[in-house]
């Protein structure tokens, strides 16, 4: 019999929604008490997220699995040569988040511009003193750099604080939220303008250290760098160099080279750096709703037999 394995902890709610989009199919959901059998695996032709057994005993040869619906939007973690090499289709959770991720985006931003962040450490030891140098959002060019669904949503919030919005697409098509879209051979060019940069590249070979010491070089040295997408898009040892020697103002970081970043890393007692531990894109109510949302919409289309018209269909030649 075909079946599901549904590895999230899904509500009543969540679990009917995708019972309903596969009629007649087995279905086995997970919670923090279920531990799966190594042949539930082997015999899943679908599973909703990702854990280590998928790898080990769901990509063996020989066994069932034809799709994978990811819990997260970024899919370089995966194995992706294998899972093409055993022609599973893989499906990602592009936009789900967008929302989440725009929000400490925009928070960051905040945060930095009007001094948050040294308040907030000045609030620990009493100190009454305010940063040399405060800014506004208002009026002010934020560049997104790798402008998808998240981009969209950082755009549209900044157009309510009166900015002007670059975007930087890899196919330099069309965004309607941005004033200006430039394709990647030119995102130099938004750096050079932009206040606040914003990215959200994913990590591919072409973007793997993107942001190194040229490109904080070519910054204005009032801006702030946000860094959302993927840890090692940014050359870390360059970011610090460029924060210590004032060579921009200051940075939100969500994502880091080194995951967890240790307790002893220079990053965290800079003043002028806002840290948060990778839940941008954290699984909020909201955001779970919406991916089982996803899933259940890509069930009826996957087996529909339409496999190609999946929504987040990830292509392995892009990695994305």
């Given at each position: 019999m075909r079946s599901i394995l549904c590895l999230p902890d899904l509500t009543a709610e969540q679990q009917e929604a995708v019972r309903s989009a596969a009629p007649g199919l087995s279905i086995q959901f997970g919670n923090a008490l279920t531990s799966f059998e190594d042949r539930d695996y082997r015999e899943a032709e679908i599973i909703f997220g990702w854990d280590a057994k998928v790898n080990t005993e769901a990509l063996q040869e020989g066994t069932k699995l034809r799709w994978v619906q990811s819990w997260s939007s970024g899919i370089d973690s995966l194995p992706l040569a294998l899972l093409e090499d055993r022609n599973v289709l893989l499906t990602?959770?592009?936009?789900?988040?967008?929302?989440?991720?725009?929000?400490?985006?925009v928070a960051m931003m905040l945060g930095l511009a009007r001094g948050t962040a040294s308040a907030v450490r000045n609030q620990q030891t009493g100190l009454w003193e305010s940063p040399s140098t405060l800014a506004e959002m208002n009026g002010g060019t934020v560049a997104i750099v790798g402008a998808g669904?998240?981009?969209?949503?950082?755009?549209?919030?900044?157009?309510?604080?009166?900015?002007?919005?670059?975007?930087?697409?890899?196919?330099?098509?069309?965004?309607?939220?941005?004033?200006?879209?430039?394709?990647?051979?030119?995102?130099?060019?938004?750096?050079?303008?932009?206040?606040?940069?914003?990215?959200?590249?994913?990590?591919?070979?072409?973007?793997?250290?993107?942001?190194?010491?040229?490109?904080?070089?070519?910054?204005?040295?009032?801006?702030?760098?946000?860094?959302?997408?993927?840890?090692?898009?940014?050359?870390?040892?360059?970011?610090?160099?460029?924060?210590?020697?004032?060579?921009?103002?200051?940075?939100?970081?969500?994502?880091?080279?080194?995951?967890?970043?240790?307790?002893?890393?220079?990053?965290?007692?800079?003043?002028?750096?806002?840290?948060?531990?990778?839940?941008?894109?954290?699984?909020?109510?909201?955001?779970?709703?919406?991916?089982?949302?996803?899933?259940?919409?890509?069930?009826?289309?996957?087996?529909?037999?339409?496999?190609?018209?999946?929504?987040?269909?990830?292509?392995?030649?892009?990695?994305?």
């Open positions: 990602d959770a592009s936009g789900v988040h967008a929302r989440s991720v725009s929000e400490t985006a669904e998240i981009g969209r949503e950082v755009a549209r919030i900044a157009r309510a604080f009166d900015m002007r919005v670059l975007a930087v697409r890899r196919s330099g098509g069309a965004m309607p939220e941005a004033d200006v879209v430039y394709d990647t051979t030119r995102l130099d060019d938004a750096l050079r303008e932009a206040d606040y940069i914003v990215n959200i590249l994913p990590l591919t070979n072409e973007t793997e250290h993107v942001f190194g010491a040229e490109r904080f070089a070519v910054m204005k040295r009032s801006a702030y760098f946000i860094n959302v997408g993927r840890g090692a898009t940014v050359r870390t040892e360059d970011l610090i160099e460029a924060l210590k020697k004032g060579k921009i103002a200051g940075a939100g970081l969500d994502v880091f080279e080194q995951e967890p970043l240790p307790s002893d890393h220079p990053l965290w007692s800079m003043p002028n750096v806002i840290i948060t531990p990778h839940n941008a894109g954290g699984m909020t109510v909201r955001n779970t709703e919406r991916l089982v949302k996803l899933f259940a919409d890509n069930i009826k289309i996957y087996l529909s037999g339409e496999t190609g018209s999946l929504r987040n269909l990830v292509d392995y030649s892009k990695k994305y």
